[in-house]
T-cell receptor, first 119, second 111 residues
Framework: GAVVSQHPSRVICKSGTSVKIECRSL??????MFWYRQFPKQSLMLMAT?????????EQGVEKDKFLINHASLTLSTLTVTSAHPEDSSFYIC???????????????FGQGTRLTVV | QKEVEQNSGPLSVPEGAIASLNCTYS??????FFWYRQYSGKSPELIMF????GDKEDGRFTAQLNKASQYVSLLIRDSQPSDSATYLC???????????FGKGTTLSVSS
């Protein structure tokens, strides 16, 4: 299957600082990328949908000014957690899709995830 | 609100047995259905997806879909200790949209 690379895999930052997470599709063009967050013992919760060249669509309850998403190319989307607080500590996972009708029945490819710890 | 429901478990089966994992979804318009396996601290790995009513088999795994009952299941034959993980059911409403995940079922296979 297609490869989605996410970086970094782990990051520890101080409260109040910002952290950028990158998500790259390595061997296909991802017209759409999705950002999820997973707290311990919980399922993946969709944060936002990112389409190349346009503004991200955020899910209800997700602060767009705190979680900045940029999808500047068909192979790269970034999530920046601004002014991080300890409650932002979580496992962040990106997912990429090729879009279009064919995407209905194709798998969604996931990155390796980023474990963010805010101290 | 679109929801995907799974029994959190844990589901415990002995090695070699069949493990049966179940999932229901609320959005009748959902069109494709996915099963992922997730080990602790890792990203989900796709096991298989299904979009037509009936069964779909891949090795030791069989996915079953019943759209009328809004029910999808995963059977794991000849369960192995390495199958011990959390199994996530996910649903996609339409092309290009995000997957909606259930909370997952923890499976424990004892040797």
């Amino acid at each position: 299957g297609a490869v989605v690379s996410q970086h970094p895999s782990r990051v520890i930052c101080k409260s109040g600082t910002s952290v950028k997470i990158e998500c790259r599709s390595l061997d296909f063009q991802a017209t759409t990328m999705f950002w999820y967050r997973q707290f311990p013992k919980q399922s993946l919760m969709l944060m936002a949908t990112s389409n190349e060249g346009s503004k991200a669509t955020y899910e209800q309850g997700v602060e767009k000014d705190k979680f900045l998403i940029n999808h500047a190319s068909l192979t790269l989307s970034t999530l920046t957690v601004t002014s991080a607080h300890p409650e932002d500590s979580s496992f962040y996972i990106c997912s990429a899709g090729t879009g279009g009708i064919a995407a209905l029945n194709t798998e969604a490819f996931f990155g390796q995830g980023t474990r963010l710890t805010v101290v | 609100q679109k929801e995907v429901e799974q029994n959190s478990g844990p589901l415990s089966v002995p090695e070699g047995a069949i493990a049966s994992l179940n999932c229901t979804y609320s959005d009748r318009g959902s069109q494709s259905f996915f099963w992922y396996r997730q080990y602790s601290g890792k990203s989900p790995e796709l096991i298989m997806f299904i979009y037509s009513n009936g069964d779909k088999e891949d090795g030791r795994f069989t996915a079953q879909l019943n759209k009328a009952s809004q029910y999808v299941s995963l059977l794991i034959r000849d369960s192995q200790p390495s199958d011990s993980a959390t199994y996530l059911c996910a649903v996609r409403h339409q092309a290009g949209t995000a997957l909606i995940f259930g909370k997952g079922t923890t499976l424990s296979v004892s040797s």
